[in-house]
């Protein structure tokens, strides 16, 4: 009986790990040495700089029976790590986590403020404007946004998509507007 109740365990926990959708992870690390003043003296330090990009995995549904299937666009979530290690200590100190998002093809990225994080966007890939910035509520996982277009509330949903909604003065409705993972071609 004992051995009946455990093979029964056993299949029905691989059953629900295999569900999982599949993930590609890609993990990149970065380790400069560089030279500072301090108190008028010359020390060294190391900057870490850790970007970890997580992509969806999907297949075109034209290759169904093929055994060398072909990707296509999938959806990517990139994080940017920076750390710095100038002290006697042998552990990095975390210095900004970054995160990317795609909202109206363009790209915007959330760094971590006191109160919360700011976001910016850009249209080019490396000039980023600040545009708003997003608080933390005593509500965990709810955000008080402020930006040049709208104010609103936000908050993060099952797929790691942030979610503004806000209300429109001109329309006099409430608006969402979702920050998706990044996409790109495979």
């Known amino acids: 009986m004992k051995n009946s109740i455990y093979i029964l365990t056993t299949l029905f926990c691989g059953t629900l790990f295999a569900q999982n959708a599949p993930t590609e992870v890609k993990e990149e690390t970065e380790v400069k040495t560089v030279a500072f003043e301090k108190n008028d003296k010359m020390h060294k330090g190391k900057i870490k700089v850790v970007t970890k990009e997580t992509s969806n995995v999907k297949l075109d549904a034209n290759d169904v029976d093929k055994v060398n299937q072909d990707r296509i666009s999938a959806t990517k979530k990139v994080q940017k790590t920076v750390m710095i290690d100038n002290d006697k200590d042998a552990a990095y100190d975390i210095l900004t986590k970054e995160t990317f998002y795609v909202n109206d093809n363009k790209d915007f990225r959330f760094s971590p403020s006191e109160s919360g994080?700011?976001?910016?966007?850009?249209?080019?890939?490396?000039?980023?404007?600040?545009?708003?910035?997003?608080?933390?509520?005593q509500n965990k996982g709810i955000y008080i946004i402020t930006a040049k277009t709208y104010s609103g509330i936000g908050y993060f949903d099952k797929n790691g998509n942030f979610v503004v909604e806000y209300y429109d003065d001109a329309s006099g409705k409430i608006h969402t507007t979702t920050y998706a993972e990044k996409n790109i071609d495979s």
Not at 117 to 137: C, L, P, Q
Request: aromatic content about 20%; cysteine-free.
């Open 117 to 137: 994080f700011d976001i910016a966007f850009s249209e080019e890939r490396d000039d980023f404007i600040n545009v708003g910035e997003a608080w933390n509520t």
